[in-house]
């Protein structure tokens, strides 16, 4: 994820999702997946900011955030790894709209809506300074962020004082 220092605090580049993709019309970050068995993370962190987002940034200026352990409301679990780009050169803008119709910086505190439940979740999780966020969605839940659904628990590291999982910071 882009994060930067904005006038109110830290902010985070979404876009929103459009066309015939999973979860049109919701925000969610940035995203992609490895190009095959030859691509490591780093590397994939990096094309996929420039795919999407025309920002170029360097291998050495990629930060791990957090893992997310999710499960789909239909089923399907998957590890998603989320990154923290603070450096790049270039100006964030939509370079798919064939699956992208809007790219804005918003407010870690102020996030838009609709937006991806998992999507949120990492992004609560990142504010909350977790290192593991386990995010399972039931049969029936909505794709995008419902508060009365969000049943998300966070892991700190292991320097963090109090007790291991919690929810989602208020």
Same mark, same amino acid.
């Given at each position: 994820?882009?994060?930067?220092?904005?006038?109110?605090?830290?902010?985070?580049? &979404?876009?929103?999702? @459009?066309?015939?993709?999973?979860?049109?019309?919701?925000?969610? &970050?940035?995203?992609?997946?490895?190009?095959?068995?030859?691509?490591?993370?780093? %590397?994939?962190?990096?094309?996929?900011?420039?795919?999407? %987002? /025309?920002?170029?940034?360097?291998?050495?200026?990629?930060?791990?955030?957090?893992?997310?352990?999710?499960? @789909?409301?239909?089923?399907?679990?998957?590890?998603?790894?989320?990154?923290?780009?603070?450096?790049?050169?270039?100006?964030?803008?939509?370079?798919?709209?064939?699956?992208?119709?809007?790219?804005?910086?918003?407010?870690?505190?102020?996030?838009?809506?609709?937006?991806?439940?998992?999507?949120?979740?990492?992004?609560?999780?990142?504010?909350?300074?977790?290192?593991?966020?386990?995010?399972?969605?039931?049969? /029936?839940?909505?794709?995008?962020?419902?508060?009365?659904?969000?049943?998300?628990?966070? &892991?700190?590291?292991?320097?963090?004082?109090?007790?291991?999982?919690?929810?989602?910071? /208020?």
């Amino acid at each position: 994820m882009a994060v930067r220092e904005g006038p109110t605090g830290t902010e985070v580049l &979404l876009s929103r999702r @459009a066309g015939g993709v999973y979860a049109a019309g919701m925000w969610h &970050l940035p995203s992609g997946h490895l190009d095959g068995p030859h691509e490591d993370v780093v %590397t994939a962190v990096v094309r996929e900011a420039y795919e999407e %987002t /025309g920002l170029v940034a360097d291998p050495a200026d990629v930060r791990a955030a957090l893992t997310v352990h999710h499960r @789909a409301p239909a089923g399907s679990a998957r590890v998603g790894f989320f990154f923290e780009v603070r450096r790049w050169r270039g100006t964030p803008r939509i370079r798919e709209p064939e699956v992208c119709d809007g790219m804005n910086w918003f407010p870690l505190d102020a996030l838009p809506e609709p937006i991806v439940a998992y999507c949120r979740a990492g992004l609560d999780a990142y504010r909350a300074e977790a290192r593991i966020a386990v995010h399972f969605q039931e049969p /029936g839940d909505p794709v995008a962020y419902d508060p009365g659904c969000d049943r998300s628990r966070f &892991l700190p590291g292991p320097d963090a004082p109090g007790p291991g999982l919690q929810g989602p910071p /208020g």
